[in-house]
Nanobody, 123 residues
Framework: GQLVESGGGLVQPGGSLRLSCATSVVPLSFYAMGWFRQGPGKEREFVAAMDWRGSNAGYAGSVKGRFTISRDNAKNTVYLQMSSLNLEDTAVYYC?????????????????WGQGTQVTVSS
């Protein structure tokens, strides 16, 4: 894919991880960015998103207050800082880009996707 996620891994409950999403193909400063995840045996679901200006962001209720999405347009990278991780956060995390759009929780609104990075929360 045109987006590359990194930063996943194994973490204990209560721990933190920071995921990154980078690309050298498209200028992310013109894209709203979203993070989605798919847990074992589950449908892919919305996690967080930020509009292309970086002025507005939205979160799923299950992660609000624990996860933070941010972007560094100079590095063409978007981040997902995750804290207070619990077992239910175990999933493959995907980033997605939506050209010149507002942030959206809908998968179909996004044009470009990454391949995903595995996050496993386990003691």
């Amino acid at each position: 894919g045109q987006l590359v996620e990194s930063g996943g891994g194994l973490v204990q409950p209560g721990g933190s991880l920071r995921l990154s999403c980078a690309t050298s193909v498209v200028p992310l400063s013109f894209y709203a960015m979203g993070w989605f995840r798919q847990g074992p045996g589950k449908e892919r679901e919305f996690v967080a998103a930020m509009d292309w200006r970086g002025s507005n962001a939205g979160y799923a209720g299950s992660v609000k207050g624990r996860f933070t999405i941010s972007r560094d347009n100079a590095k063409n990278t978007v981040y997902l800082q995750m804290s207070s991780l619990n077992l239910e956060d175990t999933a493959v995390y995907y980033c997605a880009a939506r050209r010149l759009g507002g942030y959206s929780p809908r998968e179909n609104d996004y044009d470009i996707w990454g391949q995903g990075t595995q996050v496993t929360v386990s003691s």
